[in-house]
């Protein structure tokens, strides 16, 4: 679960235009509204985690990944 923690840490950075989005980091944190991800790097954000864990998010799966923790609960449910 670590591992995923970090490994997603790794590619949201690729995609925050400002170092600040992460002072108050959590796990908690909305993709959207507090990391100031947009919707068209989101995309981004999917196809590189499709591809680093060899997983398929569905339509459905990505309109419920509001928050990190999110996104970590899905990984770690298709990986295991």
Avoid: G, H, P, Q
């Avoid at 790794?10 to 170092?19: A, G, P, R």
């Avoid at 600040?20 to 100031?36: G, P, T």
């Avoid at 499709?50 to 398929?56: A, G």
């Amino acid at each position: 679960m670590e591992n995923i923690k970090t490994n997603l840490i790794n590619i949201l950075k690729k995609y925050t235009l400002s170092k600040d989005v992460w002072e108050n980091f959590n796990e908690n944190s909305s993709i959207i509204s507090d990391l100031k991800i947009n919707s068209a790097r989101i995309v981004d954000i999917v196809i590189d985690l499709e591809e680093k864990y060899d997983i398929e998010i569905t339509d459905e799966e990505l309109e419920k990944l509001t928050c990190f923790k999110d996104i970590v609960k899905l990984i770690d449910s298709k990986i295991n």
